[in-house]
């Protein structure tokens, strides 16, 4: 999924042009484009940064480590709280947009809360791009890539993601070192996932010359 959506960015999205950027997906898998090339490993699992060991605490991992990164700071843990205070008829905002009899709560619902003034939705998704501005920080240094995307919805309260992500960056290469590294919301997200996947026979037998 991280793949198609690094490879759906550089063809259709603000990635077009760059030749080595990283696209973080919320289930912590990483799209990475070196290169001008699709990065997928020797067997086409790179990018599993959710395995990311960043703490000396938290649940054991199914690998048998703890403190995984997708553990210890996973987006779904904000909407299972959620789903939790809804369920026991608390305070929270993201409520009012469930549709029908659905109890799921999701990323876009967290983001139409915060902008009705949801003050915990907000302090929930600023904790956890904390710890993931911490491990992009570590990415940068070790790709040096050109930009890092994150899904389209981040873009609906930048000031609780890539701009939280931003502030961390701030320790990118200061010593002397002029590293540059965006951090950006991308264009295409999980709704553009057909439309890249349908480039990819094109991709495959024109290259990068194909539209």
């Not at 987006?75 to 608390?90: F, Q, V």
């Not at 790709?143 to 993601?161: D, I, K, Q, S, Y």
Request: aromatic share 10%; hydrophobic share 40%; proline share 3%.
């Amino acid at each position: 999924l991280s793949h198609l959506l690094a490879f759906t960015e550089h063809r259709c999205g603000k990635a077009i042009g760059m030749k080595s950027f990283l696209y973080m997906h919320s289930g912590y898998g990483l799209g990475i484009f070196l290169n001008g090339k699709l990065y997928r490993g020797h067997q086409g699992q790179a990018g599993e940064i959710g395995w990311m060991r960043i703490s000396d605490d938290g649940p054991r991992g199914r690998d048998g480590r703890v403190g995984l990164f997708g553990d210890v700071a996973p987006l779904y843990k904000i909407t299972d709280r959620l789903e939790d205070i809804i369920a026991a008829n608390g305070n929270t905002l993201a409520k009012k947009y469930m549709e029908g009899k659905s109890r799921k709560v999701d990323l876009s619902m967290v983001v139409a809360a915060i902008k009705d003034g949801d003050l915990l939705c907000a302090q929930m998704l600023n904790e956890t791009f904390r710890s993931i501005g911490n491990v992009v920080l570590d990415l940068a240094y070790i790709f040096n890539p050109e930009a890092v995307f994150f899904e389209p919805w981040t873009a609906g309260c930048p000031e609780h993601t890539i701009e939280v992500v931003r502030r961390q960056m701030s320790h990118y290469g200061v010593h002397h070192w002029g590293l540059k590294t965006e951090v950006l919301s991308a264009v295409c997200g999980n709704e553009s996932l057909a439309r890249g996947a349908a480039l990819i026979p094109i991709e495959r037998k024109f290259g990068n010359e194909a539209a």
